[in-house]
């Protein structure tokens, strides 16, 4: 008595051409990603820069008093909230991100020699772990 298993090409390369075709439309998985940068960047906001590595350098003394004698947030990058409401996420088939189209937001992304660096953005590795999370998920319900 011998033991035999067959498969049916024929279905199992339907079933592929099925994922091949909706694999390409991936503006799911990239509204999602773009939402999770979009919650990064507030959540800098709200928590000082602590989430940022490495995080957001306190504000100098001087600015500090002058920020609490007008009212302000002793945070620093909020003061009108302009600057933390400008970021908008973003998304289409092929990308996605948030971003700020103000234009000192490079500014205080990079720094400049009188202020210190405190970006707002994720890391280039904090965006590819979110996205490799969300489209491991996003392939694996296709594959369902």
């Known amino acids: 008595m011998s033991v035999t298993v067959q498969v049916d090409a024929r279905s199992a390369l339907s079933r592929?051409?099925?994922?091949?075709?909706?694999?390409?439309?991936r503006t799911q998985p990239n509204r999602q990603l773009s939402?999770?940068?979009?919650?990064w960047?507030?959540?800098?906001?709200r928590e000082g820069g602590a989430s940022q590595t490495p995080s957001w350098a306190p504000l100098a003394t001087?600015?500090?008093k002058r920020k609490a004698q007008q009212g302000y947030s002793s945070l620093p990058l909020v003061r009108t909230g302009h600057?933390?409401?400008s970021f908008r996420p973003f998304y289409d088939n092929d990308r996605a991100g948030v971003g700020s189209e103000v234009p000192y937001s490079k500014y205080h992304?990079?720094?400049t020699r009188k202020m210190p660096a405190r970006p707002a953005l994720p890391s280039e590795r904090v965006a590819t772990d979110y996205a490799v999370q969300i489209y491991q998920r996003w392939?694996?319900?296709l594959a369902r």
């Open 83 to 85: 600057y933390r409401q």
């Open 35 to 39: 939402v999770q940068l979009y919650g």
């Open 41 to 45: 960047t507030q959540r800098a906001f």
């Open 16 to 25: 592929l051409d099925r994922l091949i075709i909706e694999s390409r439309d």
């Open 62 to 64: 001087s600015t500090a």
């Open 139 to 141: 392939a694996a319900n």
């Open 109 to 111: 992304e990079a720094g």
